[in-house]
């Protein structure tokens, strides 16, 4: 299972039972993590920072 930072608790029902993901990085099922990242329930990349100008 991938695993995932959860920003926002949430409950997923996946195969007759519901999970609640607390907050925190933790394993996620496939589905449970298409939910997440559908819902913006997921801890966000900070943007990788520009080169400065005229600077490689």
């Known amino acids: 299972m991938p695993k995932a930072n ?5 409950n997923f029902r996946e195969g007759g039972k519901v999970g609640h993901f607390k907050k925190g990085e933790q394993e996620l099922t496939p589905a449970a993590l298409t939910h997440a ?3 913006r329930f997921l801890v966000e ?5 520009a080169p400065a100008p005229g600077k490689k």
Do not use: D, K
């Open 37 to 39: 990242f559908a819902n």
């Open 6 to 10: 959860v920003a926002t608790p949430f």
């Open 45 to 49: 990349p900070e943007p990788e920072a």
